[in-house]
């Protein structure tokens, strides 16, 4: 998405320089330090954001994580890290100078006095590194750690911030794992910390063609002549996966494809497509347009999941040439769960611009390949002239690509040259990867750079995340109590069970070949 | 005038050297043919980009230049030699593509040379104007000295003219005929100095400091500004002190011979370039009565030590990118920037009067 310039004083020098709020100097202290997601996204995005030159100045990275290793051993895993993950090869002046900026604190999270450790040693580096008493907190850690860190990080007086400066925290997905916990969750965080310093980490809206969409949306005037009930027959969005569980069966099993996919990432890509132009680009502006998507969603409840919902495992079967196995076969799966792997389900905005437009949305594991992306399938043609020659015409279709080969494209009809009329689909293809040789910048290094600068656009608020958990629970609820019926099965290696396809073609349609 | 037509298999894949002799009336044609038949290979196009040289020389290092700028800018380039020596009026051209690897897939752009002999008026706008792939932008880099009279139409039709000041022998009568041309464009193009484009990385290190409400005062207290720079680089040197005093809102104040600024609030500031062997701008200080902001570029090149020191700030270092110098890379960079530069402008005016001593 597009942002202004931060409402803080302005800087004459940065006039022409950056369209984007400028980050401030900060501490950036992560808990979970010695985990996954620090070595393979956080240190490699936070490396390349200081290759481009857009860290601030004295930016200084303190890890937190029970594990007992100086500051020199954490550069060093870290270095090894970097140089594996980063998507920009390190130098190594240059790694040198930000690894000088890292240190590391060793504390169970748990242990209270580990708290008032750090707040001492947060003090120091803010006169030793200039840092300036601004501090960003991330949770980069399961969310059953979230209530005791965020409860010592209160009672140690981290939370508050200091005259002149402030104090953020950034809270990783899942927010919760339905609504009272939703509820609960950011509860607990809003006793340490106002909404407006709260930044909940969705990365899919840290993606280039996630933030294009509003871009194609608002700034091309063809597009949105058409984007409503009058033009789009139906919209399908598609996560799809080839992985199995890949040993996260003991979050996967209690979580699922609705509360891992659909409630967070899939409920996002939903309401940028769906929303209304926001007033302007304030962070607020754009989030109160999404959430009134996610109010207009009507709820599935009772014997409607049967209609409108279909949940699905994956059985044994075939994937980019290997055997597989079934989802309970799986280590560490129990072999009466009833987890779905799978959901194709049809969401309806109830609203002026799309009443009466389904949208579909199918998240799966063990497909037969991994894509994400949003298709928009318009009305098709009057059945007049062309449909008199028994010409099958296709709709329109325009395609945004989230993930992989990150694009747009849109289908349309042409004759085929000859002297009889034959009409096909051609298809109109925008590569970012071709058009724009240039490696993109990872979500995370947008969302960290963001984070830092206080722009909220691209983070989940509390009333999204809460309203998101509303429509999901709903189906849940049913589901659990039988009225969806028994998981369905479908093979690896498949598109999914034949129930999805009924689902679509109840409408006359037809999933996308991805 | 060579007629030779293209075989299939002879895909014309770059070398450098400006590809394969067409006739000027078939070259849409040959480049049509160039791409059928071409397997894997995908044409893309994101803007077209002319470059206009008066050098035989430099037709193989533009050559060699569009190759690299491809694989970030898909484009159409249309490589213009002017032999403007030569005794009779006449066109020749050449026809290549540039292809790299993206993801399993070969990306190509095409490439079209003309040598253009003699002083035709007309010669230079009208293979423009017959090559350009439609409704994309078109970017004209002039590599020559600008002469007068101009072709307005052809100007009109740029959307970034790109010129690198540091070449000019004559910077003081270059710049009012570069005004000239932006205004034949109603305001639509965009005057892309590859000189400000270098400064950019420059002049980001020198704001970052300013980013921290603390720091912010001192820019209203500074008294006194010094840059480093090589023997061929002091309208860089210039444009960048231009560009202080416009945001600063800094007037020129000159007397007697002797050149300083004046600030809004009537203080004086004194500047000093002082001319060092090396490459470009190697260092810039902007000092106040209690603190100084330093950006010295490492030994490497490819890096500026950024240092604060004094005053009511925390004494702070820090490395940062400094980007490449070679001139590939100040392309790519103005390419991706896109927008236009408001400030540059606005910097020459303020430095103008300091261009021809």
Redesign the interface.
């Given at each position: 998405m597009l942002h202004m310039p931060s409402d803080a004083p302005n800087n004459p020098l940065r006039e022409g320089l950056l369209s984007r709020s400028v980050p401030e100097p900060c501490t950036l202290v992560i808990f979970g330090a010695t985990g996954d997601l620090n070595h393979r996204k956080l240190i490699p995005a936070l490396y390349n954001l200081a290759a481009d030159g857009n860290l601030p100045p004295s930016i200084t990275v303190v890890g937190f994580a029970r594990r007992e290793k100086t500051d020199a051993q954490f550069r060093s895993e870290l270095e090894t890290a970097a140089r594996k993950f980063s998507r920009q090869k390190i130098n190594d002046e240059l790694w040198a100078n930000f690894a000088g900026s890292i240190f590391y604190h060793q504390s169970e999270f748990t242990n209270f006095e580990g708290f008032e450790t750090l707040a001492k040693r947060l003090d120091e580096l803010d006169s030793q590194r200039g840092t300036r008493g601004n501090r960003l907190f991330y949770l980069s850690v399961g969310p059953d750690q979230f209530p005791v860190i965020l409860e010592n990080l209160r009672k140690s007086g981290l939370n508050e911030s200091k005259p002149g400066s402030w104090t953020r925290v950034i809270v990783e997905k899942p927010f919760g794992t339905d609504l009272p916990s939703a509820i609960e969750l950011n509860n607990i965080v809003h006793e340490a910390f106002h909404e407006k310093d709260t930044f909940r980490i969705d990365h899919y809206l840290g993606k280039e063609t996630a933030q294009n969409i509003m871009v194609l949306r608002f700034a091309n005037s063809i597009f949105e002549q058409v984007w409503n009930a009058r033009y789009v027959h139906h919209v399908q969005i598609t996560a799809s996966e080839p992985l199995g569980v890949e040993g996260r069966a003991g979050y996967y099993d209690k979580s699922g494809a609705m509360r891992d996919m659909v409630q967070n990432h899939l409920l996002q890509l939903l309401t940028l497509t769906a929303m209304e132009p926001p007033t302007d680009l304030t962070a607020d502006a754009i989030r109160d347009e999404k959430v009134k998507v996610l109010r207009s969603l009507r709820k599935i409840t009772g014997k409607d999941v049967a209609k409108y919902t279909v949940r699905a495992q994956y059985a044994a079967g075939s994937v980019n040439g290997k055997e597989v196995v079934g989802y309970l076969d799986e280590q560490n799966v129990p072999k009466d769960s009833q987890t779905e792997t799978f959901v194709a389900l049809e969401a309806n905005v109830d609203n002026w611009r799309w009443a009466g437009v389904p949208f579909f949305v199918r998240v799966g594991k063990r497909l037969p390949k991994g894509a994400t992306e949003i298709a928009l399938h318009f009305k098709g043609v009057p059945p007049v002239l062309f449909h008199q020659t028994e010409q099958v015409i296709d709709d329109n279709v325009l395609v945004i690509r989230i993930q992989p080969d990150e694009g747009i494209s849109l289908r349309m009809s042409a004759k085929l040259p000859g002297s009889s009329l034959r009409i096909e689909p051609v298809k109109m293809d925008f590569h970012y990867g071709t058009s724009f040789g240039k490696a993109t910048p990872e979500a995370y290094e947008r969302l960290l750079l963001d984070a830092m600068a206080g722009d909220a656009t691209l983070f989940a608020r509390r009333d999204e995340v809460e309203e998101a958990w509303k429509f999901v629970d709903a189906i849940k609820e049913a589901w659990d109590s039988g009225q969806g019926g028994p998981v369905v099965k479908y093979d690896s290696g498949t598109w999914g069970p034949d129930e999805a396809d009924a689902l679509v073609k109840r409408h006359g349609a037809n999933w996308r070949r991805l | 005038m060579s007629t030779e037509s293209i075989p299939h298999s002879e895909f014309p894949i770059s070398n450098f050297s400006a590809g394969l002799p067409v006739e000027v009336g078939r070259i849409e044609k040959e480049l049509g043919r160039l791409w059928e038949n071409t397997g894997d290979k995908?044409r893309?196009s994101?803007i077209n980009l002319a470059i206009y040289t008066e050098a035989s020389e430099n037709v193989a290092k533009n050559t060699e230049l569009i190759s690299q700028i491809?694989?970030?800018?898909?484009c159409r380039a249309i490589l213009i030699y002017a032999n403007r020596t030569a005794p009779e009026i006449g066109v020749k051209a050449w026809i290549n593509a540039h292809c790299?690897a993206?993801?399993k897939?070969e990306?190509c752009s095409e490439q079209i040379t003309f040598q253009l002999d003699g002083k035709s008026p007309t010669a230079f706008a009208n293979v423009v104007f017959a090559h350009l792939d439609s409704d994309l932008p078109f970017c004209l880099w002039w590599q020559a000295p600008f002469h007068e009279p101009h072709d307005s139409k052809l100007w009109s039709w740029v959307d970034r003219l790109i010129f690198d000041s540091n070449k000019w022998d004559d910077p003081a009568g270059q710049f009012p005929i570069v005004r000239q041309i932006a205004a034949f464009g109603d305001v639509r193009t965009v005057l892309c100095d590859l000189n400000w484009t270098r400064l950019?990385?420059l002049?980001?290190?020198?704001?970052?400091?300013?980013?921290?409400?603390?720091a912010?005062p001192c820019?209203g207290n500074i008294q006194a500004v010094e840059i480093v720079h090589a023997p061929g680089a002091r309208v860089s040197a210039l444009l960048l002190l231009g560009w202080?005093a416009n945001?600063?809102g800094w007037q020129l104040d000159s007397v007697l011979g002797r050149h300083s600024f004046r600030s809004a609030d009537r203080r004086e500031v004194t500047f000093r370039l002082i001319e060092e062997t090396g490459a470009g701008i190697s260092s810039c200080r902007l000092m106040t009565k209690l603190s100084k902001f330093s950006v010295d570029r490492?030994s490497?090149g490819?890096?500026f030590h950024?240092t604060?020191t004094g005053g009511p700030?925390?004494?702070?270092s820090?490395?940062?990118?400094a980007g490449r110098q070679r001139i590939a890379d100040i392309l790519l960079k103005e390419l991706?920037r896109g927008g236009s530069?408001?400030?540059y402008l606005q910097s020459l005016a303020i430095i103008e009067p300091l261009l021809a001593e």
């Open positions: - | 995908t893309a994101l491809a694989t970030e800018h898909a790299h993206v993801n897939k990306i950019l990385s002049r980001s290190a020198l704001a970052q400091f300013f980013d921290h409400s603390n912010l820019l202080l945001q600063l490492a490497g490819e890096f950024a604060a700030l925390d004494s702070f820090q490395i940062l990118p991706s530069h408001p400030l």
